[in-house]
Each structure stands twice: as structure tokens, then as C-alpha cells.
């Protein structure tokens, strides 16, 4: 077998085990697949899960940066019990103020189903989708 067919069954294969894998999840309680020219941000908007939560329940299949994902893809959107259906969209010169303002929840718990935002919204960015549940998330379990 030549290197290319090798190399192509190699990936093919990766593939597969990736798509089964997320479908063999145990405690999944929905999943998506990624589309051509997804982004976690956008696939996350797309099928109303948190940027947070897509990472957090996908854990040895994204990567930090989330470049790693692919067309075709499939992915856990939320674990059962730590599923936040409740997003919102960041824009431009959004702030924790303005977060509040639009949701109607308390800072403390946008924070709290947000671990990855910190206490002055200053690291958030448009783009990113953020959990505005006004029930807490318990991620730790």
C-alpha cells in the first residue's frame, strides 16, 4: 500500500473513532456536528450551548485553541445535568453590566456558569457565547 493510501486511511479512521467516540459518550444529552467553516463560537450560537461548556464537555477532543475540530465532526453539547440551553451571543462593547441588563440574571450566577469569564468580564469577546441561565450550572460533577 503507498504512503497516500496509508495516510488517507489513517485519517479516515482517526475520524471515525472521533465520531464514535462523541456517540459512545456516556451521559451526553445531545450532540452537533461541526459544519464546514465552524468555529466552537459559531457552532456553539448555532446549537445554543456556552463556548465554556462545548470545550468543557469535549474535553480530549477539543484542544485549548479549538482549531483542532473538523466538518463532520460530532460533538457533546451537554452533559446530563450541566446542560445550559440558555446562551447569549457577546458583542461588541459588552460588559458584565450589560449582560445583566439583557438576561435579567444575577452577575454571580452568569459568572458561576461562566468559569472561564472572570469577576469584570474583561476577557470576554464577540463572538463568544456565554451561559445565561438562571439556574446554576454545576460543572464540577
Known amino acids: 500500500m503507498s504512503i497516500t493510501k496509508q495516510l488517507f486511511a489513517l485519517v479516515a479512521l482517526s475520524a471515525l473513532f472521533a465520531v464514535a467516540s462523541a456517540q ?3 451521559g451526553c444529552s445531545r450532540n452537533g ?6 468555529t466552537c463560537d459559531i457552532l456553539s450560537a448555532r ?3 456556552s463556548t465554556f461548556q462545548l470545550a468543557n464537555a469535549n474535553k480530549a477532543a477539543i484542544d ?3 482549531d483542532n475540530i473538523f466538518p463532520g465532526e460530532l460533538l ?3 452533559l446530563t445535568g450541566q446542560d445550559c440551553d440558555t446562551i447569549t451571543v457577546v458583542k ?3 460588559s458584565c453590566a450589560t449582560l445583566t441588563q439583557a438576561s435579567g440574571v444575577p452577575l454571580a450566577t452568569i459568572l458561576a456558569n461562566n468559569p472561564n469569564v472572570n469577576s469584570d468580564c474583561s476577557n ?3 463572538g463568544e457565547v456565554l ?3 438562571s439556574q446554576v450550572i454545576n460543572y464540577s460533577t
Open 76 to 78: 457533546c453539547l451537554g
Open 33 to 38: 456536528t461541526v459544519q464546514d467553516s465552524d
Open 47 to 49: 446549537d445554543n450551548v
Open 92 to 94: 461588541e462593547g459588552d
Open 131 to 133: 451561559c445565561t441561565s
Open 24 to 26: 459512545a459518550r456516556t
Open 124 to 126: 470576554i469577546y464577540p
Open 64 to 66: 485549548p485553541l479549538c
